[in-house]
């Protein structure tokens, strides 16, 4: 039965055992009203060929054979009739079959305008595995899990693709400096080390995968390892080392990146500074701190080898002195004066991992606005020097001067329920509350609407309304993230604060529970049932911290790359003081772990006066003089996007798209 609506008693009984028989068939498509299900087979099926292809063309009828097809073929022809935007809602859990679904339905929609774009409709197909190197991973749920929230839209003028645009959603850039046992790091940084050519990696003087702390499993570091040991590290940090996954060869999926950025019209000097920054970060990883008296861990921290740090230099081409000080010291104003603090190596720590997740998260911004603009329709007379295969010409189509109509698709991270889970989970699982409301919105509370307004008496329809989930996470003044920005706010902010406040707000709320075995956690009880969020970190991953410091550096890089990503950036740390003099902080000494080390528990920096150079890009005057306005929260910035984000889907016709795991 290929629409479970027809079957003579529906429920959950019925519909599983429907599913069940269609899946045995390989039938893994299947309507529930205009609602698409689509199981996910874990295997390639022959179902997707030209002759299915041809079977889903808008200039046929509306078939009534399920099929991700059907959807796109539905999509283009409401658009073409009733001129209004349509979008795709791709939802389910981790590891359903999201992203292959989304990139079914782009492939096939594409096939459709009959025009001879397709230059651009092959640059629109390219932009998936490139977003997906630089933001999906391997997890315990999922060997491709997107670890970020992707809208993509197709825009039409007159039925023709005259362009695209890409959003993206909440990167899990935290995934960069660590991550749970048996999960990977982001694609791109296995495909480097493993496909990168020889030439290339003597330029670049890389080492072994298992030479990087943030590839290394949980990105921790280890001491020495015998063979034996070393080899199940390996098979433990494997992206493919699990049940039913293939193994698929990172030296090709290098080859198919390196291709794929030539068909998006990337510069050879852009792929090559992507190379190089992406080993600085890796290496920037590798710069470690010990303690001066290793018997007490709160005496200042010290470089446990100069080697990675100067290497890190090398690739930014920046000074390694102006960085040092940035990675060891805090820098404090009291009464008017700047007061130099040694770091703990904890601390040290968190601040080269939040200058690594601040380069990481920026650079792919920068890779979707690169794509952006090799995808954006091109006006009438546009100079297309710089892209040596323009666009179909907005202008030169009939009634090109209204705005094009968009079919986008929605392909955002399924929910998640880990033994532990963090701030990006309840992130996570709070977009995928939202969509369910917007479901149960459109799906049944509108209906219910229209049949009212129409005089037709509908049938009892119960429904599960998830309305209080909502109010209890996104509830304004009051709910679940405004408190942990308020509390991000508060310098003594702790993680038992958190809790207590948490549990005085919402402990009675019908949503919201706790469990003594679990003392710093918290539970929200979801559409999809009940998960648990430890405190334990949750302020700082709000807090969304960099190191404004880091910025004037990267302006004067001779990279492209990051003169491009921190341009634009408004972190007012810019060292140039009119009448001012060049100051940096006192700079501590390189040393291997063992030799005698001596510095005092605070400097004064005004004490410490430079000579003028050619790199004095750390100006402390400029820093105090012009601090930096209070960070916007991670947590403020996902409410805004996912505002908007709302906004766009009202806008359009819905199609949903349910994948499920079997």
């Known amino acids: 039965m290929e629409n479970l609506v027809q079957l003579d008693v529906l429920n ?17 498509y ?33 078939s009534s054979t399920p099929h991700i097809y059907a959807i796109a073929q539905k999509a283009f022809k409401n658009m073409q009739v009733f001129g209004r935007s349509q979008v795709c809602l791709i939802s389910g859990e981790s590891g359903a079959g999201k992203t292959e679904t989304a990139k079914f339905f782009l492939s096939h929609l594409l096939n459709f305008d009959g025009s001879d774009s397709t230059v651009l409709e092959r640059r629109i197909l390219e932009s998936q595995p490139l977003l997906e190197a630089f933001g999906n991973a391997k997890t315990k749920l999922n060997d491709n899990s997107s670890r970020f929230g992707k809208f993509v839209e197709i825009m039409y003028t007159n039925g023709q693709v005259v362009g695209a645009r890409v959003e993206k959603y909440l990167l899990e850039k935290s995934r960069l400096v660590g991550r749970p046992e048996g999960e990977a790091n982001f694609h791109v940084f296995y495909y480097l080390l493993t496909g990168t050519p020889s030439w290339i990696r003597e330029g670049l003087d890389m080492m072994d995968v298992d030479s990087y702390h943030y590839i290394q499993p949980g ?5 020495p390892q015998t063979k034996e040991k070393l080899q199940a590290r390996r098979r433990c940090s494997s992206k493919y080392d699990f049940a039913g996954a293939a193994m698929v060869s990172d030296v ?18 852009e792929l090559g500074h992507l190379h190089t920054l992406l080993m600085a970060l890796l290496t920037l990883g590798n710069i470690d701190f010990v303690s001066e008296t290793p018997a007490d861990p709160d005496a200042e921290c010290l470089l446990r080898s100069s080697a990675p740090l100067l290497q890190f230099g090398m690739l930014c081409g920046i000074d390694p002195v102006d960085v040092e000080p ?24 968190d601040t080269r991992d939040a200058i690594a997740k601040f380069m990481y998260e920026h650079l792919f911004t920068w890779l979707v606005h690169r794509l952006n603009d090799r995808l954006s329709p ?39 329920d880990f033994h532990r889970n963090g701030f990006e989970q309840l992130c996570i699982n709070t977009a995928n509350e939202q969509l369910q409301y917007f479901f149960n919105q459109h799906i049944f509370t509108w209906e219910l609407q229209e049949y009212q307004s129409e005089g037709i008496s509908p049938t009892d329809v119960s429904f599960e309304d998830n309305q209080a989930q909502i109010n209890l996470l996104l509830g304004t003044p009051v709910g679940i993230f405004t408190l942990i920005d308020e509390e991000s706010t508060l310098s003594s902010s702790t993680t038992t604060s958190l809790h207590t406040k948490l549990v005085k707000m919402f402990g009675k709320h019908r949503h919201f529970s706790t469990e003594r075995l679990r003392p710093t956690a ?32 990267m302006r004067r890089s001779p990279s492209v790359i990051l003169r491009a990503i921190f341009a634009s950036l408004d972190v007012e740390a810019d060292g140039n003081v009119p009448g001012g003099s ?81």
């Not at 390189?590 to 004095?616: I, L």
């Open 12 to 28: 959950n009984d019925t519909i599983l055992d429907a599913l069940r028989q269609r899946y045995r068939s390989n039938d893994i």
């Open 30 to 62: 299947t309507y529930v009203g205009d609602m698409l299900l689509a199981v996910n087979p874990y295997k390639s099926l022959p179902i997707y060929g030209l002759e299915t292809k041809i079977l889903y063309q808008p200039d046929l009828s509306l």
């Open 219 to 223: 990105g921790h570091l280890v001491g």
């Open 252 to 269: 090709i999926k290098y080859e198919e990146l390196m291709e794929t950025m030539h068909v998006l019209n990337f510069h050879e000097e």
């Open 326 to 349: 940035i990675l060891t010291l805090r820098v404090r104003v009291l009464r008017g004066e700047a007061i130099a603090t040694p770091l703990r190596v904890s601390e040290a720590i």
């Open 378 to 416: 091109r006006p009438e007379n546009a100079d297309t020097k710089s892209d040596d295969t323009p666009h179909t010409s907005c202008s030169s189509l009939p009634g090109a001067h209204v705005a094009p109509t968009v079919i986008a698709v929605l392909d955002i991270f399924g929910f998640e």
């Open 522 to 553: 918290f539970g929200v009880i979801h559409y999809a049932g009940r998960v648990f969020y430890s405190t334990d970190g949750l302020i700082e991953r709000n807090r969304n911290a960099h190191v404004p410091a880091i910025v004037p550096l």
């Open 582 to 662: 060049d100051r940096r902080p006192p700079r501590t000494k390189f040393a291997d772990v063992g030799g005698k080390r001596r510095a005092s528990k605070a400097r004064r920096v005004s004490e410490h006066r430079m000579p003028r150079g050619q790199n004095n890009t750390w100006r402390l005057r400029g820093i105090l003089k012009n601090k930096p306005k209070r960070a916007t929260t991670l947590g403020g910035m996902f409410r805004d996007s996912l505002r908007l984000l709302m906004a766009k889907l009202e806008a359009s016709t819905p199609h949903f798209v349910r994948c499920i795991k079997p």
